[in-house]
């Protein structure tokens, strides 16, 4: 399984970044897909989540700011994300967990940098 991805980059404060996650290989479809994001000196933390079914859940940083959705024919993850702080700085790392196997895989992860 292979997870990789893309869309972070440099943006002011108060501004917007659209992660993706292309998944790919076999894995089992009745997964939790996942963001994480770990700040400089900081141990990685959930974004936000959401299940095969739609459930969600999301980190205290990200409520009312961030939006995760998925999709399962495209076998991709997306994490919206708005009103961008300095504090929001860090990599951003994909995830795929698999709760029948348990088995749990990760991207490389994605430099998200909010800086003026």
């Known amino acids: 399984v292979q997870l990789a991805e893309s869309g972070g980059g440099l943006v002011q404060p108060g501004g917007s970044l659209r992660l993706s996650c292309a998944v790919s290989g076999s894995f089992f479809k009745m997964n939790i897909m996942g963001w994480y994001r770990q700040a400089p000196g900081k141990q990685r933390e959930l974004a936000a989540s959401?299940?095969?079914?739609?459930?969600?859940n999301y980190g205290a940083f990200g409520k009312g700011r961030f939006t995760i959705t998925r999709d399962d024919i495209k076998n991709m993850v997306y994490l919206q994300m708005n009103s961008l702080r300095p504090e929001d700085t860090g990599v951003y790392y994909c995830?795929?967990?698999?709760?029948?196997?348990?088995?749990?895989?990760w991207g490389q992860g994605t430099q998200v940098t909010v800086s003026s």
């Open positions: 959401i299940t095969y079914g739609g459930n969600i």
């Open positions: 995830n795929l967990e698999d709760p029948f196997n348990q088995k749990q895989y």
